[in-house]
Every structure is written in structure tokens, then in C-alpha cells.
């Protein structure tokens, strides 16, 4: 079993999402972007979790865990990604 965040290699990670776009058919000409949440910032991977919406839930458990996690990250990293963003646009 594949958790979140542990596992195979992230290269591993990477090959499965390729696969996965390469067979999914364009949408209005534009290709979807498939990214592995494991592997993804925890930033980027709240805002998913936040905005997206899951599709398939074949572990309650490992969902709940991974959502926990990031939750988690993103309360550490936030506070100093706002910084880094207010220092390079000065807002």
C-alpha cells in the first residue's frame, strides 16, 4: 500500500501522473495538469485540498492522514510564505 507522503520514489510519483494526463483527452484544446499531492508543497497541496474536489476515495483513512498532514505543514509554512511574498511584491 502507497500512503501519502511515503512510498515510492517521487520519480515514481511523477511517471503516474504523465501516464494519467497522456490518456486524458484535452478540455477546450487545453491539456489537464495532473500533479501527485504527495510529492507537491504542502502550500500548493492545501490550496487543493481546499478548493478541489476529491474524486475517488478508495481509503478514508490514508485521505483523512494525508489532509491532516498537510493541514498540519501549511499552518508551519504559510506564516513565512507570506513574508517572502510581501517582501518581493511589497504588499
Same mark, same amino acid.
Given at each position: 500500500?502507497v /500512503?501519502?507522503?511515503? @512510498?515510492?520514489?517521487?520519480?515514481e *510519483?511523477? =511517471? #503516474?501522473a504523465? %501516464?494519467?494526463?497522456?490518456?486524458?483527452? !484535452?478540455?477546450d484544446?487545453h491539456?489537464?495538469? &495532473? &500533479?501527485?499531492?504527495? /510529492? %507537491?508543497?504542502?502550500?500548493f %497541496?492545501? !490550496? &487543493?485540498? !481546499?478548493?478541489? =474536489?476529491?474524486? *475517488?476515495?478508495?481509503?478514508?483513512?490514508? #485521505? /483523512?492522514?494525508? #489532509?491532516?498532514?498537510?493541514?498540519?505543514?501549511?499552518?508551519?509554512? *504559510?506564516?513565512?510564505?507570506?513574508?517572502?511574498?510581501?517582501?518581493? /511584491? @511589497? &504588499?
Open positions: 500500500m /500512503t501519502p507522503l511515503n @512510498g515510492l520514489p517521487e520519480h *510519483y511523477e =511517471r #503516474i504523465n %501516464a494519467i494526463s497522456d490518456e486524458l483527452p !484535452k478540455l484544446g491539456p489537464f495538469d &495532473v &500533479v501527485p499531492l504527495n /510529492t %507537491a508543497n504542502s502550500i %497541496a492545501f !490550496k &487543493v485540498i !481546499k478548493g478541489g =474536489r476529491l474524486i *475517488y476515495n478508495r481509503m478514508p483513512s490514508v #485521505i /483523512t492522514d494525508f #489532509i491532516e498532514r498537510i493541514s498540519r505543514l501549511y499552518g508551519e509554512n *504559510y506564516p513565512r510564505y507570506r513574508e517572502a511574498l510581501r517582501m518581493i /511584491t @511589497g &504588499v
